[in-house]
């Protein structure tokens, strides 16, 4: 088997140097198409690591990848890529970032080497090292024993995979993934989601990956953007999204709307941080996240449920996810 690590034939610059520090930076970005806005007002900065751009299907992650590939051209706004404006150095920015599509269009009778060789020659490899870059690269996908079969008579997953191949294969700076689970039984989702941790914590790959699931995002990436409404909801590392009051109390309440109402309003008499979700409350917890907070948090609960008389039927208590952060800003 050959050394799979990808042999970095030209000088490589992280960007810093040009962009304070960053490899992406958008400030009040505005596209329409047309009169149809997609994004107003989205602001973020991508630096170093596993980058997460979550939102729902339709929120415009799609728009803000060609933004930054130079495909498109801003409506208003300021948007920076490796320091330069993408929509007039689109070849220079292209040249240095890799970038998988989330549609699962490949010429069927092409063989997977043949693709990902072609694709490096198109970012100005030299045919001999686009073909050791295309082996090396479906090498470390996990594709190298199949590098030679036609990507027609390859599964969702390996086709996925030789996508991330075609994105690596010239050493971009940074990588651009577009829901590259899309497809993909929970079993290769997984396979998927540790060979991008592994480029990362491996090979040094700086990675933007886009997702409408919240799970893998918290899962892989270091840092996250929020996309929704066509505005940047929340943006920071996943401990920062959730808040040092990352512990919450939940509670099952046995009781009807009003009684529930009544509850509710006694607790934020008592000063706690209480949201409703059906039947169940979920309480923040003081920020030191202590087991005292937590046992003051749960006496008040019981408290207030007995001068009520309300019957709690399930009691527990977790960490904030991504998933809380999501659902609060969508509110």
Not at 249 to 261: G, L, N, P, S
Request: charged share 30%; net charge negative.
């Amino acid at each position: 088997m050959p050394d799979p690590t990808p042999t970095a034939q030209r000088p490589r610059t992280n960007g810093t140097d040009e962009s304070g520090g960053s490899l992406v930076r958008a400030e009040s970005l505005v596209k329409r198409y047309g009169s149809v806005p997609v994004l107003d007002d989205v602001t973020f900065t991508i630096s170093e690591g596993i980058t997460g751009l979550l939102g729902a299907n339709g929120a415009g992650k799609t728009t803000v990848l060609g933004l930054i590939l130079g495909l498109h051209r801003p409506n208003g706004g300021r948007l920076e890529v490796l320091g330069r404006d993408p929509w007039h150095a689109g070849p220079e920015v292209r040249a240095r970032v890799g970038y998988a599509p989330e549609h699962h269009t490949l010429p069927p009778d092409l063989r997977a080497a043949e693709f990902v060789r072609h694709v490096a020659e198109l970012h100005g490899i030299p045919p001999e090292d686009a073909k050791t870059r295309s082996s090396d690269a479906l090498w470390l996908v996990e594709l190298g024993e199949e590098r030679f079969r036609p990507m027609g008579t390859m599964s969702t997953g390996q086709r996925q995979r030789v996508k991330l191949a075609q994105a690596i294969a010239h050493d971009p700076e940074f990588v651009l993934l577009d829901e590259p689970t899309d497809g993909l039984d929970p079993t290769q989702r997984e396979v998927m989601l540790e060979l991008i941790r592994s480029l990362h914590r491996d090979f040094g790959m700086n990675i933007v990956l886009s997702s409408h699931l919240i799970d893998e995002v918290e899962r892989v990436c270091d840092r996250v953007v929020i996309i929704g409404g066509g505005r940047t909801m929340a943006e920071g590392t996943v401990a920062e999204l959730r808040g040092t009051a990352a512990e919450t109390v939940t509670a099952e309440i046995d009781a009807d709307a009003d009684r529930m109402a009544a509850l509710v309003a006694a607790l934020r008499a008592s000063g706690l941080t209480v949201r409703v979700d059906g039947r169940r409350l979920v309480l923040s917890v003081d920020h030191d996240e202590s087991d005292a907070a937590i046992k003051a948090t749960l006496d008040e609960l019981r408290d207030r449920c007995l001068d009520h008389d309300l019957g709690v039927i399930r009691l527990g208590r977790r960490r904030l996810s991504l998933e809380d952060v999501f659902l609060e800003h969508l509110r």
